[in-house]
């Protein structure tokens, strides 16, 4: 595979400043696209500029907080300004849990999560779809996960944003298919990340438990699909989820 | 400086991808020049590029054949 497959490409990876955002950046960045990396301090931004420039020329970090229109507005004239174009590739990363029980769940802890995991997306979407219908040409690779689709006790309002990813991903994959843009997602399993780190020992060895290949996933293997859909080699594919999740989950 | 109506036909034209003589004054560009939804979502795009301006969603709506897009222009654009 070339390694430069990417290349013309400028892709737009929310959440980049660690975890499974940050392995899709590098990824991307890797195979030749220019990328704009987002973190919610502009510490964290220096920092992704920092990471992404090191190995790849053209790439930058920035501010966003994906729960404020006029922070998504603003990042998206930064691409354009900073790149050269509005975003060919748009990863919805970033994404949060506040985990409890629904009986104990606060109305703030659900619609901070569908905010920050779901109306993100809508956001995002909206503000780069127009270019992207322009062109003729567009990928949109939303993250959801595992728990959308199998539901998970305490996470109520968690599994709802990353089913309703799942939902909103089709149905843009059918408005937007005429104009060559394709609307894909991928759901994670466990992955080893700052947000798993946070589980506890007993929850964390029965999930364990419960997946076929015996550990957990590494974020390169998260950016590895989601580098495959921005892929040419994917242009066929849309509206569909790629489950990566050692077999966690099998659909 | 061709007018605004030579500019709004020439653009039905393009994005519709349909004949010049089909783009008549009353013509609609869903039931008479075969337009979609995402057609029509476009073709405000591209008056918006042409005049450089802003058409509000609620005025966007309201734009469904060739006069009401000339009349829009013409009204806001003077
Ligand atoms: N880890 C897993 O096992 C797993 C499993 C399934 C799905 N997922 C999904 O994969 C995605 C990434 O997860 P992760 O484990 O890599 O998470 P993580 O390590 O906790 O990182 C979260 C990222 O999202 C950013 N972020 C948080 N709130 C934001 C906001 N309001 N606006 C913009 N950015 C915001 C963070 O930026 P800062 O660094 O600036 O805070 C950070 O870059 C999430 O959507 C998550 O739901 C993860």
């Not at chain 1, 190995?55 to 966003?64: D, F, R, Y």
């Not at chain 1, 399993?189 to 964390?204: C, H, K, S």
Request: net charge negative; charged share 25%; aromatic share 4%.
């Amino acid at each position: 595979m070339s390694d430069s497959i990417l290349a013309g490409e400028i892709a737009l990876v929310t959440g980049a400043s660690r975890g499974i955002g940050a392995a899709i950046a590098d990824e991307l960045a890797r195979l030749g696209a220019k990328v704009a990396g987002t973190a919610t301090t502009e510490t964290g931004a220096a920092r992704i500029a920092e990471r992404l420039g090191a190995a790849a020329e053209g790439c930058i970090g920035l501010c966003l907080d994906v729960t404020k229109q006029a922070s998504v507005d603003a990042a998206l004239v930064a691409v354009e300004e900073q790149l050269g174009s509005k975003p060919t590739i748009l990863v919805n990363n970033a994404g949060i849990t506040r985990d409890n029980l629904l009986m104990r769940m606060k109305e703030a802890e659900w619609d901070a999560i569908l905010d920050t995991n779901l109306t993100s997306a809508f956001r995002l979407c909206k503000a780069c779809a127009r270019s992207m219908t322009k062109a003729r040409h567009g990928r949109i690779i939303n993250v959801s996960s595992v728990v959308g689709v199998s539901g998970n006790a305490g996470q109520c309002n968690y599994a709802a944003s990353k089913a309703g990813l799942i939902g909103f991903s089709k149905s843009l994959a059918r408005e937007l298919g005429p104009r060559g843009i394709t609307v894909n997602v991928v759901a994670p399993g466990f992955i080893d990340t700052d947000m798993t780190r946070e589980l506890p020992e007993a929850q964390r060895d029965a999930l364990l438990a419960s997946i076929p290949l015996g550990r957990l996933g590494a974020a390169e293997e998260i950016a590895a699909a989601v580098a495959f859909l921005a892929m040419p080699a994917a242009a066929y594919i849309t509206g569909q989820t790629i489950h990566v999740n050692g077999g966690m989950l099998m659909v | 400086m061709s007018s605004v109506e030579e500019r709004v036909r020439k653009i039905v034209v393009e994005q519709l991808g349909v004949k010049e003589e089909e783009v008549t004054m009353d013509a609609s560009f869903v039931d008479d020049l075969g337009a979609d939804s995402l057609d029509t979502v476009e073709l405000v795009m591209a008056l918006e590029e042409e005049f450089e301006t802003e058409i509000p969603d609620e005025d966007a709506e309201k734009i469904t054949k060739v006069k009401e897009a000339v009349d829009y222009v013409n009204a806001h654009l003077g």
